[in-house]
């Protein structure tokens, strides 16, 4: 009896090894566990706040989308107006020309008309009252209606301008 007396006690001791062996294990998972729990709530926290900063952002991106739409649309708006602007200054720059032109032409007849008439008006008028103020009048009017012409088509075409803005 005494071999299985002692196997009994060997069979004893390796259980209550095993026992304080899976007591310590447990201890340790609990421990590990508990650790666990702790960084599962510090994660569930950043993992809301992440959510909330992800939400912002996402608002932010809707909102920089809506004004860059709205920026681009102000943007072709002035470019059509611009645009538009341009062709007018155009057309305004091209009736100047002509207008100039014609006043070239209607200054030429009258310098030459009146040449002759200023050469013996300056020779028969005595040096200080020597002036060209008497071939002024001429050119001056074939100038003045030229201008008032062209001054008025100019501000014809500002109305209609200004009337079609007003439509459109």
Do not use: C
């Not at 943007?75 to 305004?92: G, I, S, V, Y």
């Not at 020309?97 to 008006?121: D, F, I, M, S, Y």
């Not at 020597?130 to 008025?152: C, K, M, V, W």
């Amino acid at each position: 009896m005494n071999i299985d007396y002692m196997m009994d006690r060997w069979v004893d001791l390796a259980l209550l090894a095993l026992l304080a062996g899976v007591l310590v294990y447990g201890m340790l998972l609990s421990h590990r566990l508990k650790r666990f729990r702790a960084a599962r709530t510090e994660l569930e926290a950043l993992v809301a706040t992440l959510s909330g900063t992800v939400a912002q952002a996402k608002a932010a991106v809707i909102d920089l989308t809506a004004t860059g739409e709205e920026a681009d649309e102000r943007l072709a708006a002035r470019l059509k107006q611009m645009r538009r602007l341009t062709d007018e200054l155009d057309e305004a720059r091209a009736e100047a020309a002509a207008t100039a032109e014609r006043l070239t032409r209607a200054a030429r007849p009258a310098k030459t008309a009146a040449a002759p008439a200023r050469a013996q008006a300056m020779a028969a008028a005595p040096i200080r009252s020597r002036s060209t103020e008497t071939e002024r009048p001429i050119a001056a009017s074939a100038a003045t209606n030229s201008l008032s012409d062209a001054i008025a088509a100019i501000e014809a075409r500002q109305r209609a301008g200004v009337a079609s803005r007003r439509a459109a």
